[in-house]
């Protein structure tokens, strides 16, 4: 079969891409699918229920192993590249540098991640506001390529503004960025319409590749 070049530079030679996407796909929910079930056994222990839990458990456990090897042979991004352009190397490469807006106050986690930026060539700009009403007034007058929403801020829920921005602003991806982890969480950011879910204390290279994911659209998860 015949490949055909897309306008971005993107190779479609069959159902390589799907495949791709799928496994990408499935392993980001199985995350928090694992994480409930971690907590399921601990709360059935003792019980009737914890020998199912356990099974259970395991099932999930062989499932994921077995997408992280399906993953080895048929890495995630290398037929993505619609949006995000070519890869070089395992390192995803936007089709032109991304401007970010990160809604966080934490100043020393924000003044970190763009000294990152600042010397990755993915990066056109990464901006930082402190609330929920600087980022209005930024939105107003510019439009980034990605969002990215620390859970708590001082004047608004991250994840209501994640709605709300989503609505006003539904070509723009959104990613929730936070301290803490839990599948409720990760589940509620999805339904909010954010595109990811980014720990805080993740590495720092690691956090810019899922901005630049994030920009892709889909789903990405990042723990630290």
Request: hydrophobic content about 45%; overall charge negative; some cysteine.
């Given at each position: 079969?015949?490949?055909?070049?897309?306008?971005?530079?993107?190779?479609?030679?069959?159902?390589?891409?799907?495949?791709?996407?799928?496994?990408?796909?499935?392993?980001?929910?199985?995350?928090?699918?694992?994480?409930?079930?971690?907590?399921?056994?601990?709360?059935?222990?003792?019980?009737?229920?914890?020998?199912?839990?356990?099974?259970?458990?395991?099932?999930?456990?062989?499932?994921?192993?077995?997408?992280?090897?399906?993953?080895?042979?048929?890495?995630?991004?290398?037929?993505?590249?619609?949006?995000?352009?070519?890869?070089?190397?395992?390192?995803?490469?936007?089709?032109?540098?991304?401007?970010?807006?990160?809604?966080?106050?934490?100043?020393?986690?924000?003044?970190?991640?763009?000294?990152?930026?600042?010397?990755?060539?993915?990066?056109?700009?990464?901006?930082?506001?402190?609330?929920a009403a600087d980022a209005w007034e930024y939105l107003s007058s510019y439009a980034p390529d990605v969002v990215v929403l620390d859970?708590?801020?001082?004047?608004?829920?991250?994840?209501?503004?994640?709605?709300?921005?989503?609505?006003?602003?539904?070509?723009?991806?959104?990613?929730?960025?936070?301290?803490?982890?839990?599948?409720?969480?990760?589940?509620?950011?999805?339904?909010?319409?954010?595109?990811?879910?980014?720990?805080?204390?993740?590495?720092?290279?690691?956090?810019l590749e899922a901005f630049v994911a994030v920009s892709r659209g889909g789903w990405t998860t990042l723990l630290p």
């Open positions: 079969m015949c490949a055909v070049t897309w306008r971005h530079g993107r190779t479609m030679g069959g159902a390589t891409d799907d495949v791709t996407t799928l496994l990408h796909e499935l392993r980001n929910r199985l995350m928090p699918m694992q994480l409930r079930v971690d907590a399921g056994r601990h709360l059935a222990a003792g019980t009737a229920l914890e020998p199912l839990m356990v099974s259970l458990q395991a099932s999930m456990q062989d499932l994921a192993q077995w997408v992280d090897a399906k993953q080895r042979v048929n890495p995630v991004g290398e037929g993505a590249e619609q949006r995000t352009g070519m890869q070089k190397g395992h390192i995803l490469m936007p089709v032109t540098p991304l401007h970010v807006l990160l809604v966080d106050d934490n100043d020393m986690l924000a003044s970190a991640l763009c000294d990152f930026a600042s010397g990755d060539p993915r990066f056109a700009s990464m901006r930082q506001v402190r609330c859970v708590h801020l001082p004047d608004a829920d991250g994840i209501a503004l994640c709605v709300a921005l989503r609505e006003r602003y539904p070509t723009v991806p959104v990613a929730i960025l936070s301290g803490t982890f839990d599948a409720i969480l990760v589940d509620e950011s999805r339904v909010a319409g954010a595109a990811g879910f980014i720990a805080k204390g993740s590495d720092p290279h690691a956090t």
